[in-house]
């Protein structure tokens, strides 16, 4: 079984619609989790931490499951510029250097 | 601008070649990593270093030789690479005071080919 997985898409989305993406992952002692987000052919960068209550920014909502090992983010009234790769993420430790481990993606693309 | 720098950001090298990839961070980070993407496969993770001390080698082939002396630089020496190790190759650096949720930042990458 992969460590973090998702559905790779692509999601084709209107714009202003909602859209929700899921991922699962393995190692039941990760401790922090995190959406990235990947343009093509550029870096990822850190779209939101996830925490165990579930948090909000502006448009997008990250939830977390630990009983089920599966975290989800949710794009409201989704823009043309939402349009990318987003990366599911975990890390194992809670203190120190550890390095992330990614999801192959969700390709996202928002249509006018 | 970004708070960390890769050079070069493309290369095309042959398999008897040597050379190195440069990462450097100046955003204090204690922590700098080596991460890998193929096309379609997730970002791997290759190297860990904190501290300036290798703290993960994620079971990479000894032809990725990485350096790490000081903690705002980080290398990755490439000697007789193979046609499938061509790929984006990133590096990133945190802060990692403890609590583990700090945020990894990204250098633009090297895209890596291998002829």
């Known amino acids: 079984r992969k460590e973090v997985e998702q559905d790779p898409g692509p999601f084709n989305v209107p714009e202003g619609a909602t859209v929700a993406f899921n991922c699962t992952y393995s190692?039941?002692?990760?401790?922090?989790f995190f959406w990235y987000r990947q343009d093509c052919r550029k870096e990822p960068k850190l779209l939101m931490s996830?925490?165990?209550s579930g948090n909000e920014d502006g448009r997008f909502t990250a939830q977390l499951n630990r009983a089920s090992q599966y975290i989800s983010l949710l794009i409201r009234d989704s823009k043309l510029s939402d349009s990318a790769t987003y990366l599911c993420?975990?890390?194992?430790?809670?203190?120190?250097?550890?390095?992330?481990?990614f999801g192959k993606g969700t390709h996202l693309i928002i249509q006018p | 601008e970004t708070g960390v720098t890769q050079t070069p950001r493309h290369l095309v090298m042959g398999m008897t070649n040597k050379k190195s990839l440069k990462c450097e961070q100046h955003?204090?980070?204690?922590?700098m990593y080596w991460y890998k993407q193929s096309a379609k496969k997730p970002l791997e993770l290759m190297f860990v270093?904190?501290?300036?001390?290798?703290?993960e080698n994620n079971s990479v082939p000894s032809r990725f030789s990485p350096e790490c002396p000081n903690s705002s630089h980080l290398f990755l020496h490439l000697h007789t690479l193979q046609p499938e190790d061509s790929a984006l190759y990133l590096c990133?650096?945190?802060?990692?005071?403890?609590?583990?949720?700090?945020?990894?930042?990204f250098g633009q990458g090297t895209r890596l080919t291998v002829v």
């Open positions: 955003l204090g980070h204690n922590a």
């Open positions: 993420v975990v890390r194992r430790a809670k203190g120190g250097a550890d390095g992330l481990t």
């Open positions: 996830v925490y165990s």
């Open positions: 990133a650096s945190s802060q990692d005071g403890g609590r583990g949720d700090t945020e990894a930042f």
């Open positions: 190692n039941s002692a990760s401790q922090s």
């Open positions: 270093y904190n501290f300036k001390e290798q703290t």
